[in-house]
């Protein structure tokens, strides 16, 4: 009989007594988080001094931000192990177990997933929220169900949103200057018009080399394909992250937006490169689908879950009114974190014999029929080629 | 103090920290958001100097430089005897790359439909032409101001400040806001003359007198007899003039060339002791009938007929032909009542007893013509009667 080992995310394949431990995968996040931070402080600090559009100490702040950003959720996290552990309040104890619980990393997700504008004190609760209710509730590191940055940018989003675009919101200096960009990202000009034309969704901003390379408004982390994939590369290659999750993701957003495209009589392949190089796609694909502790641990669980996350990606931002569906979508998903695991470990082990084949599928079933309707109701095919199909939906 | 520190010092430090955070933090997120303003304002700066470095052509840098208007007033369009002062809202010196002044732009803002029309004149200082106009501001009606179309516009560009009359063709249905870029314009000139080594060229000349040709025979075609002095020689000059005082015929003196024709003809209407309004058209000796006219309201004309008996101290008859209509809004006695009540109540009193109503309100053109035209019938009766 099968016997299985449980535990809390994440298991390392390095052995702790090589000196090797959790403080070496925050290092190696940082890393791979290091092109972003450096690509989103040029494009909205550096270049925009260049420009002649700011001066100096504005051209230090998306830098300063996104400091703030992991110095606010690592003393949030400092305060409440001081609160919560009496008989380990030392600076060296606090030290210590802020070391084990990468209690920068949601902060710095946090500040690059926010405006360049949003207030420091809009910071300071949003970190609050991602690691003490999003973490530190559940019985901190590893304990977690959501991931607590975008717990933390959910809350803003539905409570402070106003205040933020009231600050100035998402556009730099030099991009309030842009006629073109008429005041609204790529995927704001999608939800509002509902076109797919190449001339407003894409020209505006530069083209597809541009929108890859992440040159257009857009939150501070987000927008740098190319910055994001080098980090991605990275963690692969340090083993930190599978290859397969991001993958399999970006190419379920990809191959469902190109099937939208085609039933709405948009055939080009500009549509489903647009949809995956915008809205947070790739940074959510390389930095969030992957997080160990919120994300199925086995592997079959990650492919399901990183379908599910395309599909419901697609979703949200097609049949809801979401300008993005990315955080809505992974929030959601969380939720099922556990279900995933459980049902996928058993396929894994049953393979097709009951009740490894009926969980299989129901998972594959689901994921179809998700896929189905995301498109039927995007598209145009529901009312012209299925019209009973059309009629139950 | 000691105690509580050595108890909670780690706390203190870290809620410190956050404090620090929240006050920095904030002073700075508030310097940024400020800072949107501030740039905003700096880049509408920077694209209105552009907007003048183009309309100039060429040019690598312009300033601002600090002069005053100068004290000079002009017509207000459309209000007879009225005038005003432009403003000069801006004055700026556009460089070449080798920092040599190149061209200059005023901003000056005149009255045409309504105050406030805001146009920049860029003048190349070497050649001293007009090299381009830019509408800054305006608050004139978009349908009557739309007219001024690139034909009009066109009149400008380089338009050379060394002409005598320096005006420019007007465009129908748009006389106004013409009038008032016509004002900006001649209003620059005397800028750039102040500011720069410019003389505005001149005619000399000195209107003496202008006097109705009284003639039976010939009245209707030479209405006007004027007295003028001009040239730098003092020629000494007597002409008829038509009604559209143009010249007609020289009676004394030397014929002038048409440049100063042009200025006389631009001078009379502001400068003539007497109301050129009024004109005479027609005279039919044998009925004994004069027809007089002068523009109205709605731009058609008045026109009164009028016949004398043999010794020309009465009236047989009298007719007012009009177009005129009247705004109810303004006067109850009228309300719906079709014209002509204005004319028939003038011309009834007239004729009993040869005096004039006072303007009727709300129709004070319409009155203002008709007692122009009765004026000019009663100076023709007493002319042909001896004084009468």
Redesign the interface.
């Known amino acids: 009989m099968a016997r299985f080992a449980g535990g809390k995310a994440p298991f390392l394949r390095i052995s702790d007594t090589k000196g090797h431990n959790t403080q070496a995968i925050m290092k190696d996040f940082m890393i791979a988080m290091s092109p972003v931070i450096l690509f989103s402080w040029y494009k909205n600090g550096i270049k925009v001094l260049i420009d002649g559009?700011?001066?100096f100490?504005?051209m230090l702040?998306p830098l300063?931000f996104i400091a703030?950003g992991a110095?606010?959720s690592t003393?949030?996290e400092?305060?409440f192990f001081?609160?919560t552990d009496k008989e380990h309040?030392?600076?060296q104890d606090?030290l210590d177990k802020l070391s084990r619980s990468y209690a920068a990393i949601p902060g710095i997700i946090l500040a690059l997933l926010l405006p360049l504008?949003?207030?420091?004190?809009v910071?300071?609760f949003a970190a609050f929220v991602a690691t003490i209710i999003g973490k530190m509730i559940f019985g901190g590191f590893g304990h977690n169900i959501f991931n607590p940055a975008l717990l933390g940018y959910a809350i803003v989003g539905f409570t402070l949103m106003g205040v933020v675009n009231r600050?100035?919101g998402l556009f730099n200096?030099s991009e309030?200057?842009v006629d073109a960009y008429a005041g609204a990202t790529p995927l704001g000009v999608l939800a509002s018009g509902k076109q797919l034309s190449f001339d407003l969704l894409v020209k505006p901003y530069g083209g597809l080399f541009n929108l890859f390379i992440g040159s257009y408004p857009g939150a501070l982390g987000e927008t740098s394909s190319l910055a994001i994939m080098i980090g991605g590369v990275y963690l692969v290659y340090k083993k930190i992250i599978k290859w397969y999750t991001p993958v399999i993701y970006v190419g379920t957003v990809f191959v469902l937006s190109w099937l939208i495209g085609l039933v709405s009589g948009e055939a080009g392949l500009w549509f489903p490169t647009y949809s995956i190089l915008t809205g947070g796609v790739m940074f959510a694909a390389v930095f969030m689908a992957t997080e160990p502790v919120t994300t199925p641990t086995n592997s079959l669980g990650k492919v399901f879950f990183a379908l599910f996350l395309g599909v419901l990606t697609v979703l949200f931002r097609f049949v809801g009114n979401l300008p993005e569906g990315v955080g809505t979508s992974l929030i959601f998903l969380n939720i099922f974190t556990i279900a995933f695991d459980k049902y996928t470990a058993v396929i894994r082990t049953k393979k097709l014999a009951k009740p490894g084949g009926l969980y299989l599928a129901i998972l594959t079933g689901l994921f179809i029929l998700l896929a189905i309707y995301t498109v039927i109701k995007a598209g145009n095919m529901y009312s012209l080629v299925m019209p009973i199909l059309g009629w139950v939906i | 103090m000691k105690k509580f520190m050595s108890k909670y010092f780690q706390i203190t430090v870290l809620t410190s920290l956050l404090l620090l955070i929240f006050v920095l933090g904030g002073v700075f997120s508030r310097y940024m958001t400020s800072q949107i303003e501030v740039h905003a304002n700096d880049n509408a700066i920077k694209e209105f100097n552009q907007s003048l470095i183009n309309l100039v052509g060429s040019g690598e840098l312009i300033e601002e430089f600090d002069v005053v208007g100068i004290d000079k007033e002009y017509d207000i369009p459309g209000l007879e005897g009225e005038k005003y002062q432009p403003e000069l809202i801006g004055a700026y010196k556009v460089y070449d790359s080798e920092s040599k002044v190149i061209a200059v732009v005023y901003i000056i803002s005149t009255i045409g439909r309504d105050e406030g029309l805001e146009i920049a004149y860029a003048i190349d200082i070497e050649s001293k032409v007009i090299i381009d106009t830019m509408v800054v501001d305006s608050s004139e009606t978009p349908d009557y101001f739309q007219a001024l179309n690139f034909g009009f516009y066109n009149q400008l560009k380089n338009k050379t400040l060394d002409e005598v009359l320096f005006n420019l063709d007007a465009v129908t249905g748009a006389t106004l806001s013409c009038l008032a870029v016509e004002t900006g314009m001649q209003y620059a000139r005397e800028l750039f003359a102040r500011d720069f080594d410019f003389t505005i060229p001149d005619i000399v000349y000195t209107i003496n007198s202008v006097i109705r040709n009284f003639d039976k025979t010939t009245m209707a075609d030479k209405p006007f007899i004027v007295n003028i002095t001009y040239g730098s020689d003092n020629q000494e000059l007597e002409a008829y003039f038509d009604n559209d005082l143009n010249y007609l015929e020289t009676i004394s003196g030397t014929e002038p060339n048409q440049l100063y024709k042009d200025v006389f003809k631009d001078a009379l209407p502001t400068q003539a002791s007497i109301d050129l309004r009024a004109k005479v058209i027609d005279y039919d000796s044998t009925t004994r009938t004069l027809s007089v006219l002068t523009r109205a309201y709605h731009r058609d004309n008045i026109i009164i007929e009028v016949t004398f008996d043999e010794t020309f101290t009465s009236i047989t008859s009298l007719t007012i032909i009009s177009k005129e209509t009247y705004d109810s809004d303004y006067n109850d006695l009228y309300t719906g009542a079709p014209s002509p009540v204005i004319e028939n109540a003038y011309k009834d009193q007239y004729l009993a007893d040869g005096s004039y109503l006072d303007t009727f309100a709300g129709a004070t053109v319409t009155s203002n013509g008709i007692i122009r035209l009765l004026t000019l019938i009663d100076e023709v009766m007493s002319a042909w009667n001896g004084g009468n």
């Not at chain 1, 504008?117 to 004190?121: A, F, H, L």
Request: no cysteine; hydrophobic share 60%; aromatic share 18%.
């Open positions: 559009n700011i001066n100490i504005e702040y300063f703030m110095i606010l003393l949030m400092g305060i001081y609160v309040r030392s600076f606090i504008y949003t207030p420091i004190w910071l300071m600050a100035g200096a309030v200057l």
